[in-house]
């Protein structure tokens, strides 16, 4: 943790990388499972972390092969980035997964949703709408979540960049515990730019 918040890499498949990325201060690493994105897992890394949480990433998937991923990565969180319903959820958490729900967010009627999701879902994850599922790499008007008055805390993604630490800083409400970074971090899809985050935690820190 970071000034009491989560970080969350997300993206992640490769071995070294990964081995890189957990001596960082971070607490989360995400694995996606979804064919369509560029940083898909398609098969077990070298390494996985050892501390690190390890959050699968799915997209309006069967929950068979969720359960699948789940045993054969041994992933503590189920983030869920798809059109799931509430039901869907509810199904999951009885059967003992921790979920982080994302929710695509463009203006304040973005927000209504939520408040149906918040008996099944440890988290939530308010990331920037675009047309694909998953991240845009760009960032929304994180002055909308001031209207979210939820009993769930969230994680804030979506265009976080390495020149972001000080509006993250100035930016504050009472539920948000963490920070989602993924696509502006990266030399490539996949493989994540160790040296840019290790700075980017750095300024993060600083009072």
């Known amino acids: 943790m970071i000034n009491n918040k989560i970080i969350k890499i997300c993206g992640m498949r490769d071995g070294d990388n990964i081995t890189q990325a957990e001596l960082l201060p971070i607490d989360m690493m995400g694995f996606i499972f979804y064919p369509k994105s560029p940083r898909y897992v398609y098969e077990m890394p070298e390494c996985m972390p050892k501390q690190t949480f390890r959050v699968g990433v799915f997209v309006n998937e069967d929950k068979e092969s969720i359960k699948m991923m789940a045993d054969r990565f041994g992933l503590h969180y189920i983030q869920l980035h798809g059109n799931e319903s509430p039901e869907y959820c509810r199904s999951l958490q009885k059967e003992g997964y921790q979920l982080i729900k994302a929710f695509a967010i463009k203006n304040e009627k973005d927000l209504k949703s939520v408040k149906e999701?918040?008996?099944?879902?440890?988290?939530?994850?308010?990331?920037?709408?675009?047309?694909?599922?998953?991240?845009?790499?760009?960032?929304?008007?994180?002055?909308?979540?001031?209207k979210y008055h939820g009993d769930i805390p969230f994680m804030l993604s979506g265009?976080?960049?390495?020149?972001?630490?000080?509006?993250?800083?100035?930016?504050?409400?009472?539920?948000?515990?963490?920070?989602?970074?993924?696509?502006?971090?990266?030399?490539?899809?996949?493989?994540?730019?160790?040296?840019k985050i290790k700075l980017f935690l750095e300024e993060l820190s600083e009072e």
Request: proline letters at 4%.
């Open 117 to 146: 999701y918040e008996p099944y879902c440890k988290m939530f994850l308010f990331d920037t709408k675009c047309e694909e599922y998953g991240g845009s790499g760009t960032q929304f008007d994180w002055n909308i979540l001031n």
């Open 159 to 195: 265009g976080i960049n390495s020149f972001s630490a000080s509006a993250l800083k100035e930016f504050t409400h009472p539920l948000l515990v963490g920070y989602d970074i993924n696509s502006r971090f990266e030399i490539e899809p996949g493989l994540k730019d160790i040296n």
